[in-house]
């Protein structure tokens, strides 16, 4: 399974923005897939996961009500909308899949198998 997150860009205090991560190279109708972020010197931080198979989403606190995951099954693809962008939501944006069945909506990095390449976004103030 490949994945590859893209829409990054430097936005201002209040924009929005969304994130898109192409997922392609296996099936994964009982997968969940995520999304993190990582500043420099700082572990991953959990932000989103939706289970592909139903479209349920769990969120970090720090973002609920302000980020929304989704899927679209019929371009494999997962989005992250971002609203309010703050400064503090700078960090590189990672989107992860995690291909155990009897686990959902993990917030651990280290449950995920499969990583894309990041996209950065920088919020301004």
């Known amino acids: 399974v490949q994945l590859q997150a893209s829409g990054g860009g430097v936005l201002q205090t209040g924009d929005s923005l969304r994130l898109s991560c192409t997922v392609s190279g296996g099936t994964f109708r009982g997968y969940s897939m995520a999304w993190f972020r990582q500043t420099p010197g700082k572990v991953y931080e959990f932000l989103s996961a939706?289970?592909?198979?139903?479209?349920?989403?769990f969120y970090a606190d720090s973002v609920s009500g302000r980020f929304t995951c989704s899927r679209d099954i019929s371009k494999n693809m997962v989005y992250l909308q971002m609203n309010n962008l703050r400064p503090e939501d700078t960090a590189v944006y990672y989107c992860a899949a995690d291909r155990s069945r009897w686990r959902t909506g993990s917030n651990r990095p280290d449950e995920y198998d499969y990583w894309g390449q990041g996209t950065l976004v920088t919020v301004s103030s």
């Open positions: 939706i289970i592909w198979k139903d479209g349920k989403t």
